[in-house]
């Protein structure tokens, strides 16, 4: 919408500061903690499963 002022004057849209999008990494250590918690069980998981085939 324009704004006119009183002597007929198209004025200017006012000045909004510039922002960068929102990438989400704020979320990134959460999923690295418990990507670190989940590992050493499905490493665990997967030698007890090997050692029953192959043992």
Do not use: C, D, W
């Not at 009183?6 to 006012?14: E, F, L, Q, W």
């Amino acid at each position: 919408m324009r704004r006119v002022a009183r002597s007929g004057v198209i004025a200017a849209p006012p000045r909004t500061r510039p922002a960068l999008a929102g990438t989400g990494a704020g979320r990134t250590l959460p999923v690295l903690g418990t990507g670190a918690a989940l590992s050493p069980g499905g490493v665990a998981l997967y030698r007890r499963a090997r050692l029953r085939t192959y043992g």
